[in-house]
């Protein structure tokens, strides 16, 4: 689908990301992981989808414990050597794992720029050890999941079921992922965020892109939106700067229920 809606278009104004690691295909065992196999036939496959000779960033889209990094690192050297890729990045490693990606990507001369990890006001589990490791290795963050899965926009309400139609109700899009937030004790400290957010001139969902925003390692935050209104709405947080009083204001209501153990950034032992 993308493909089609690319045809036409200037390749030059384009940058194109995508990943590779989960299971693809019939899910044999190389149809998946970090393997040089399925890093090299993913790769082929999403350049004839998209219908390009290259895509700007190629990440790994987890850590693959079963597959040497060397094996991992040197098959995305060798697809930036053919022209391929130009730059490669990672999703969700850990700040070990982006060291070590970052000293192989050294020494195969390749350029390891960025790390994919879900970030928000809520979910802060980078800030201790992943941002300093990549500020370290002149990495930046492409954040997902800025409103957290849109619990940060307001919609869902301490003591009520979820909205109809909302992810929280889509088992096949993401109501898993959407749980961890939807405590009470959650939803209420974030509609204590309303006031600030009015404070400042913005919706809630705006406050939220805006926060992660200010974090000078981050690059870009992935909106996910469902109407084309949405990303004309969230965009108009690109730009906006909140003050260090505000930054308080919101850190003091949410409290206790941000989450910042380092540990929940992992990737599966096994697919």
């Given at each position: ?5 690319l045809q036409?278009q200037?390749r030059?104004s ?11 295909g ?6 998946k992981?970090?393997g040089?196999k399925?890093?090299m ?7 004839k989808?998209?219908?390009t000779?290259y895509?700007?960033?190629?990440q790994a ?7 040497p990094?060397?094996?991992t690192m040197?098959?995305f050297a060798?697809?930036v050597?053919?022209g ?9 490693w850990?700040?070990e ?9 050294r020494e ?6 960025s ?6 006001m809520?979910?802060?589990v980078?800030?201790?050890q992943?941002?300093?490791?990549s ?7 492409i954040?997902?999941?800025?409103i ?9 309400k301490?003591g009520?079921?979820?909205?109809a139609g909302?992810?929280a109700t889509?088992?096949?899009g993401?109501?898993?992922a959407?749980q961890?937030?939807?405590r ?7 509609e204590k965020l ?16 805006a926060?992660?925003?200010q974090?000078?390692n ?5 909106i ?13 947080a ?7 009083d505000l ?23 096994a697919?």
């Amino acid at each position: 689908m993308l493909g089609r809606g690319l045809q036409g278009q200037r390749r030059e104004s384009l940058e194109i990301f995508t990943k590779v690691f989960w299971p693809t295909g019939p899910k044999g065992p190389n149809d998946k992981g970090l393997g040089r196999k399925h890093i090299m036939e993913s790769a082929h496959a999403s350049l004839k989808r998209l219908g390009t000779d290259y895509v700007d960033l190629y990440q790994a889209h987890r850590f693959d414990h079963t597959t040497p990094l060397e094996e991992t690192m040197l098959a995305f050297a060798d697809l930036v050597r053919q022209g391929k890729v130009l730059y490669v990045g990672v999703s969700e490693w850990n700040a070990e794992q982006i060291t070590r990606g970052a000293e192989l990507a050294r020494e195969l001369r390749i350029p390891f720029v960025s790390n994919q990890p879900q970030y928000n006001m809520l979910w802060r589990v980078i800030e201790d050890q992943v941002v300093p490791a990549s500020q370290r290795e002149g990495m930046s963050q492409i954040v997902w999941s800025p409103i957290a899965q849109g619990v940060l926009t307001g919609k869902y309400k301490p003591g009520q079921p979820a909205p109809a139609g909302s992810r929280a109700t889509d088992e096949k899009g993401g109501a898993g992922a959407v749980q961890r937030f939807l405590r009470d004790e959650v939803l209420e400290r974030v509609e204590k965020l309303t006031p600030l957010a009015e404070q400042a001139g913005l919706s809630l969902a705006q406050l939220a892109v805006a926060w992660v925003l200010q974090n000078p390692n981050v690059a870009s935050a992935i909106i996910g939106a469902s109407r084309p209104e949405q990303v004309h709405e969230n965009v108009k947080a690109a730009g906006v700067k909140l003050d260090a009083d505000l930054l308080a204001a919101i850190d003091g209501v949410l409290g206790d229920v941000v989450e910042t153990d380092p540990r929940h950034t992992k990737s599966p032992d096994a697919i």
